[in-house]
């Protein structure tokens, strides 16, 4: 990359076109920290008073949002789920080392491990293979198991912020399959923070503005360790397809992704498009078994998942 | 193409993949016939009492659109624009010569023919070289004109509904950019029927379901001539841009830009999308020019051009 840090000169790690912005490997991660503490703000994710449990897999974007979020001096404690995937390649186990060996060198926060075998009795490729919620691909299952504990785990342990690593070459591959199938309902809910409601912890997403190679750059400019492999399940995912897509449409308009992103956002705010959907008050109730508020009349999603 | 018509067993000359039917020059026509009346009646676009005038370019769909609506036996007569676009192929005459030639075919209709060059004194691209709204592209000014004039001659000569020759190809085109946008006001006016309003004609689209080589290949097994060529100002259009990226699509999974198009229509109708915006009142009064409803604080868009 012939480009110099617009800061200092030297040579840049990055060039962010969409910005028209090359920075160094000094320059680049005290962006991506000043950035982050931006949105947060702008978007009113939290404060220096709330309790924030980041949801690490070992990930790129998990780790560094949980470095970002320390160096900031957030109240950020991490929550690494185990489920169980090994597919001969021992997914589940490698991800876990690289967020106990992040979690170890960062003294000031905790690790909070919850392994999904020990406490359920069976992993994420069992659950999919026995229930019909899994048929096919385990990663419906593997969805709800996740919201399922991680708010589980913050309310029992007082966290009232739950955020994710979610990039945005990820919103943006939801965002545009929830368009093409123009589903309103999960459209209302697409949103970079999801307030707090009776019995769910508020879900926010502070590094919804930044392109996974941003993530990337500053996850290897600042030595984090992190798992390569995506999860062996996720081949042939549809917003796998979409991501091809849009990556050939941001290589032809730099920029692309995060315009559509923005506004679908100012088109919520500005226009009020989905925001009578999400007023729209559901009909919870305290699933009988795990407490977790739910629709369905009976046990919610995560404890059928069980019986 | 190998494949055998669905009703005969004669060769098929078209394979809709998206519908899993393969049809030959006799029953795919009369298909196209079948479902254009089909439509017509879902969408309450018209009935056998309204006078249609259909907008004709001299294209392949505007031309198969007439020729579907006479032989329906709706009072469906064509208008043609003469936008003085040369650029050395002779465009406008060529087309205009087409449109005529079909005319003289279908004696039961009528053709008007309004040459804007005639009437106005200049053709498209000297008045897109001349105003502010034409730099870059003559397309802005080119549309405004069309939709002013086709208008015009509507209620000037009695026609309560404007038909256009718009395809599904054409339609999920402008809805993906819309999306990619946000574009609020443009999402909520998008529908293939456009109610008539006062100073407005009702607006259809009766092929806005049919795929661009559907009514291709309609338009060839009819005999239908028409301009082969697109305008010449087309070219490197962002239009052109989101169709290639959707037939990539399209390829991927048959039946894609349908299953776009109609999930729109139905969040429209089932959740009440961008409805609200539409029933909003916009405050329109006659242009003191043309006498056209404009929003404009002055002369109309169109009345402006020609100062």
């Given at each position: ?11 840049a790690v ?37 309790r ?33 995937i ?67 785990v ?11 690593g ?15 199938n ?19 912890a ?40 979409y ?20 506004s ?9 498009l ?20 739910t ?13």
């Open positions: 990359m012939p480009r110099k840090c617009r800061k200092c000169g030297q040579p990055i060039n962010m076109r969409q910005h028209k912005l090359a920075l160094c490997k000094n320059h680049f991660p005290a962006w991506i920290v000043e950035q982050t503490e931006r949105f947060i703000k702008k978007y009113k994710m939290f404060t220096y008073d709330d924030i449990l980041v949801a690490v897999s070992g990930g790129k974007d998990s780790l560094a949002l949980w470095d970002v979020l320390i160096q900031l001096g957030y109240q950020a404690d991490g929550l690494y789920l185990g489920l169980g090994d597919e001969g390649i021992g997914y589940s186990a490698e991800s876990r080392a690289m967020v106990e060996d992040f979690a170890a060198k960062h003294p000031q926060a905790r690790l909070h491990i919850i392994d999904i075998v020990q406490t359920y009795g069976q992993g994420i490729p069992e659950v999919a293979r026995r229930t019909r919620r899994g048929k096919g691909k385990p990663c419906s299952v593997c969805g709800l198991v996740k919201r399922h504990e991680m708010n589980r913050a309310r029992e342990l007082g966290y009232n912020v739950l955020a994710t979610h990039n945005l070459d990820d919103e943006v591959a939801v965002l545009f399959q929830n368009t093409l123009w589903q309103v309902e999960y459209l209302a809910r697409q949103h970079p923070v999801l307030p707090e409601t009776p019995g769910f508020r879900k926010v997403k502070p590094f919804f503005r930044f392109y996974e190679r941003e993530t990337a750059t500053y996850a290897l400019v600042r030595g984090i360790d992190y798992i390569y492999e995506e999860c062996p399940f996720s081949v042939g995912a549809t917003t796998i397809y991501k091809e897509l849009l990556n050939q449409m941001e290589a032809d308009k730099p920029g692309a992704k995060l315009h559509f992103y923005l679908f956002l100012r088109a919520r705010e500005k226009e009020g989905f925001t009578q959907r999400q007023e729209e008050k559901l009909d919870l109730h305290p699933c009988p078994k795990c407490g977790q508020p629709t369905a009349p009976g046990l919610c999603a995560f404890c059928r998942l069980w019986e």
